[in-house]
């Protein structure tokens, strides 16, 4: 079936880039293999729409509207990350370019833990599968093989591994809160929902609380976030763009599951503690962004920023809210991966992050300092890119709600983002240089990129596409608000 094949195809791949035979097809392969799982996403995709749910092996594998919107954008975000990452890396060092294989098998490993955690049915394969994602993408964040790397790549290892013992403890809290209702032994998603009532809700809270912190941490939620920045400054580009686009989503995933089990029950409630964590995500980030010098770390600070804002809508446990809450996911995904596509041109164009050392990039690189413009204008939340509509809705959905001081918060510390941002791109694009610099040619396969991540970006903000958004629709019902 077609969610088995997203699943096992990349496995396939990995493996295919490790015969050193094919070594040196291993960009091929992984070219192959990740647009085919993306076109097996869309189809299951399409199967949820019409059929509301699609089982590949039942208490196994599934997947609803959720799972089934992450899982097309997984694969969408990883399959343009290839296309990027043939011109891009090309562009390494000697040695580098005798790894590559290494490179494009570790590759396919992330992108076949990334989709097994929307897959899985089983909930505590989840648990396996998230920490997968972290050791893959641990030996791709150091595959540069620099100081600066290795040592963003040790501090990812040590700040999200540690969160996966905390995490363990919330998936044995609720086992044993489901156990003890149900005597059953077998656990999903559905069936924890369908059982919350009836489990006990002080361990309800204290499994989310342990899963929250745990996960919190991956998903690069402040004030566990501090490994992001490095890790996503350092990593090459095309890492850059699925760590920020969909892997911190991945984790967030399992806790938005989690927060769907516990709003399910009467008795327990943690809502307003997610709209606080989220809007302390959005603050720090929001300062951050004011005083960043790394324009790839901007990017990832703009990440803690989107994860926290996620954060306040789905505790803000309405209909409108998490609608809003999975139209941000989508929109952070496409968006997110389009800034970093753009920062690695900048890098190949300056040969450095430093923002203070881009001036009068449009002169420069006419496409890539458009590409920046544009790229900044759609992350920051400007009208009418898909950012803005989102977070929009939060907005309108956190008035119709009531809560007028977590709208009034979250609207202003979207808008001091928003001027952090522009301030720091303006100054790149339109400033001026402080010596010429010789122009660079940029690879084909990175203007591709580049214009195929635009295209999405643009047309979500004037049109959204009826099964998108009947896909989306049925992702909020998951969420569980009232």
């Not at 040592?151 to 609720?174: C, D, H, N």
């Not at 919190?216 to 402040?222: I, Q, T, V, W, Y």
């Not at 694009?429 to 999405?456: D, N, Q």
């Amino acid at each position: 079936m077609a969610l088995m094949a997203t699943v096992i195809l990349p496995v396939l791949a990995a493996f295919l880039c490790w015969i050193r035979p094919l070594r040196k097809f291993a960009w091929l392969i992984t070219a192959v293999a990740t647009w085919v799982v993306f076109a097996l996403a869309v189809s299951v995709a399409a199967l949820v729409v019409a059929q509301g749910k699609v089982v590949a092996a039942s208490g196994w594998f599934a997947a609803d509207g959720l799972s089934a919107l992450i899982l097309t954008l997984v694969s969408f975000v990883c399959a343009l990350a290839c296309v990027f990452a043939r011109g891009y890396m090309s562009h390494g060092a000697p040695e580098e370019q005798s790894r590559l294989w290494w490179f494009y098998c570790n590759y396919n490993l992330l992108v076949f833990a990334l989709m097994t955690v929307p897959a899985l049915a089983e909930t505590n394969l989840t648990w396996v599968a998230v920490e997968l994602v972290s050791l893959f993408a641990v030996l791709l964040v150091g595959f540069d093989n620099t100081s600066n790397a290795l040592e963003a790549a040790w501090k990812f290892a040590v700040l999200t591994i540690m969160g996966a013992p905390i995490a363990l403890f919330g998936f044995f809290t609720l086992f044993w809160a489901y156990h003890t209702a149900t005597g059953a032994s077998w656990e999903t998603w559905d069936a924890l929902k369908t059982s919350a009532p009836s489990l006990n809700p002080n361990l309800l809270k204290v499994s989310f609380l342990l899963v929250f912190v745990g996960f919190g941490a991956k998903s690069g939620l402040a004030p566990m976030h501090t490994w992001l920045p490095d890790a996503h400054s350092q990593a090459p580009t095309p890492v850059c763009a699925v760590l920020s686009g969909v892997k911190t989503t991945v984790p967030l995933y399992v806790v938005l599951r989690f927060l769907s089990i516990v709003l399910a029950s009467p008795a327990a409630r943690v809502g307003t503690w997610m709209v606080a964590f989220g809007l302390l995500s959005v603050a720090i980030a929001t300062f951050l962004l004011l005083q960043v010098r790394d324009y790839k770390r901007m990017f990832a600070y703009s990440t803690i920023e989107h994860m926290g804002v996620i954060l306040t809508a789905a505790g803000l446990a309405t209909q409108a809210a998490d609608f809003g809450a999975v139209s941000q996911i989508l929109n952070h995904a496409i968006t997110k991966s389009l800034c970093f596509y753009v920062a690695g041109l900048v890098l190949l164009v300056l040969s450095t992050r430093e923002i203070q050392s881009v001036r009068g990039l449009i002169r420069i690189s006419p496409f890539a300092g458009a590409a920046l413009l544009l790229s900044a204008l759609a992350i920051a939340g400007a009208p009418p890119f898909p950012i803005f509509l989102s977070e929009f809705a939060i907005l309108s959905a956190g008035m119709r709600a009531g809560q007028y001081a977590a709208v009034f918060v979250l609207a202003a510390l979207i808008v001091i983002a928003f001027i952090a941002i522009m301030l720091h791109v303006n100054r790149m694009v339109f400033g001026k240089p402080a010596e010429p610099a010789l122009k660079v040619a940029l690879p084909a396969s990175c203007r591709l990129t580049v214009v195929m991540a635009i295209a999405p970006v643009v047309l979500l903000g004037v049109y959204t596409p009826a099964p998108l958004h009947a896909l989306l629709r049925l992702a909020a019902l998951q969420l569980g608000g009232h």
